[in-house]
């Protein structure tokens, strides 16, 4: 099947070792074998009981040490394991990283993983000009991943709304021309993902039974509700977690959100004790990001749409709609974790690059590691699913 590229995206090995840093690589039965039987004394792996139908060939996972690093990775940034073995000899994971695919019924989608350095920082050859590399890598991927494609059959517009592949097909066709928007170039990245999204929304609404309902006036000028808080707060400890390395749960708190919903605060905090207010957040006003900034959050969420990594089988079944407004609640919380570094004096105005640059990465290492339980699925469909509330927030970004 043909491998679709997406536009304007880049990459280039760098040699930085970023990868090989705090996460642990998930390896398949056969990487387990390969990698005891080699002489390096006992490798820390993990049994792995993931009920993640695209983790289905993974057994454990490689352990970190305790500074982060990879038990392989030299001090000169090198895999020991290719090194002294070749390239075949690391985990499958590692030597895919940062491909990946997504096979749908009709294209093969071809993308790449935001925890690299190379992909945040967009060097090297465009992927449409990796036509041998990309090859190979999608048979590597398909010894390790799910590529069945029935998967994409049972879709759903909305939670309860069913939506056929062929009708998947004809409308995603009209949200990508909302993505490619003053693009016309095969090559040139498509921009102003942030306000595509808010349109993709408003067509998918349009579909629902009750437009009218839906559509309703979004009162941006309101205060966000307490749910909205609450909702952020929560994708915010999933996502950005205290200790991001050592936090191994990958779930959202989704009983803890819950009672809160009940207890209905009077004020929410972003983040643990010391994050800011919402009203703080609210004061604090970001105008618009340095360019290469925005150019980044841009890559960012274009990879995901053109991917479909943002709902059904890519993440975690959500509905179209849900998916849509899921991926503009975590562009959000991308800017308010900005705001609330600046609040607490963590980062100076203007901003750097490289201050984003780590934040994006550990976003995608989370995005990447989520084991959602069904019930957080079902509250995340749920919260996520209203166009009122996805409208509603935006101003928190500003
Ligand atoms: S096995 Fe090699 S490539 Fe994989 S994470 Fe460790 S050092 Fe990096």
């Not at 592949?165 to 942030?194: G, H, N």
């Not at 839906?214 to 400890?237: F, G, T």
């Not at 970001?286 to 053109?306: H, S």
Request: include cysteine.
């Amino acid at each position: 099947m043909h491998i679709s590229t997406p536009r304007g995206i880049r990459f280039d090995c760098s040699g930085c070792g970023n990868c090989c840093l705090q996460w642990p690589v998930p390896v398949t039965a056969a990487d387990y074998e390969r990698i005891r039987g080699l002489s390096y004394g006992e490798a820390e792996f993990r049994k792995l009981n993931s009920t993640r139908e695209n983790l289905y060939q993974f057994t454990h996972t490689l352990e970190k040490r305790a500074d982060g690093r990879c038990k392989f990775l030299t001090a000169e940034n090198r895999c020991q394991l290719h090194t002294d073995h070749g390239q075949e000899s690391k985990p499958s994971m590692c030597s895919l990283f940062p491909y990946t695919f997504m096979v749908t019924p009709d294209a093969v989608l071809a993308s790449l993983s935001f925890a690299s350095s190379a992909v945040l920082y967009n060097t090297g050859k465009l992927l449409s000009e990796q036509d041998e590399v990309l090859a190979n890598q999608y048979k590597r991927f398909q010894q390790s991943f799910n590529t069945q494609t029935e998967r994409w059959q049972n879709l759903q517009l909305i939670d309860g709304i069913g939506l056929s592949w062929k009708d998947f097909a004809e409308l995603d066709r009209a949200l990508m021309d909302i993505v490619y928007e003053q693009c016309d170039s095969e090559t040139t990245l498509p921009r102003k993902l942030r306000s595509k999204l808010q349109k993709m929304s408003k067509m998918v609404t349009s579909l629902l039974p009750s437009p009218g309902a839906a559509e309703r006036d979004p009162k941006l000028e309101s205060r966000p509700k307490i749910v909205d808080q609450l909702l952020l707060k929560y994708l915010d400890l999933l996502y950005f977690p205290k200790d991001v390395f050592a936090d191994s749960s990958y779930d959202l708190k989704t009983r803890e959100l819950m009672m809160a919903l009940v207890a209905a605060p009077e004020a929410v905090l972003l983040g643990d004790d010391n994050g800011g207010k919402f009203s703080d957040l609210i004061k604090l006003k970001l105008g618009k990001l340095p360019e290469e900034i925005e150019e980044l959050v841009d890559r960012f969420l274009y990879v995901k749409v053109f991917s479909k990594f943002y709902f059904g089988p890519g993440f975690h079944h959500l509905s179209l709609l849900a998916g849509i407004h899921h991926l503009q609640y975590v562009e959000l919380l991308f800017r308010l974790k900005l705001k609330q570094a600046i609040v607490n004096n963590r980062i100076a105005v203007p901003l750097k690059f490289e201050d984003s640059v780590e934040l994006l990465r550990i976003l995608e290492r989370r995005i990447t590691q989520l084991d959602l339980s069904k019930e957080s699925i079902s509250v995340l469909e749920i919260l996520c699913s209203s166009p009122e509330r996805a409208a509603r927030v935006q101003f928190l970004a500003e």
